[in-house]
């Protein structure tokens, strides 16, 4: 292993450890949708890519960012932001009906569940919960936001195609601590119940 000399005053870069967004997650009936419909769609498309597991299907609200250890003052304040549009925010439905590869890459790029008008629910409680963030500090989301829940990674692109809804009621917002390149479960952070 070489040893690279450090210059007096440049410290190396922090291995970024800790992946911490907002999402919400998939109820069981919702799961076992989403898993039979991987399976047929894989084969449908001959990918080769893993399946996401069941553990971690969920569809990403907002990202606070990737840190070199937990940065605890940033969980507190965004909690705090997420009980705020919690507290203001009535549980809802959300209806993924099509699937598709985004092109964001030349390899193993996402292929996704996605919908229309049945998330623009999920797209309300993005712009709520961006905004509750900004407010406290926390900026870094961009202005457009395109729900999905990421079925698998593979080198096949598949345009949007229609298939059968797979739909949830969406009752909590879940701040998830993903371990960055660790194959570990997600933890639930902070949760918080939809009451508007």
Known sequence: MTQQTLLPGFEPEPQLTDRIFFAVLPDAAAIARIHDLTAGLKTAHAMRGRPIADARLHATLCNLGDFPGMPDSLVARAGQAAASVAAATAPFAVCFDMVQTFVNRARNRPFVLAGGDGVSGLGSLYKSLATALLKAGLPGNPPSYTPHVTL????????????APVEWTVRELVLVHSHIGQNLPYTALGRWSLQG
Do not use: E, F
């Not at 698998?152 to 298939?163: G, H, I, M, N, R």
């Open 152 to 163: 698998l990674y593979d080198d096949v692109t598949v345009p949007p195609q229609a298939v």
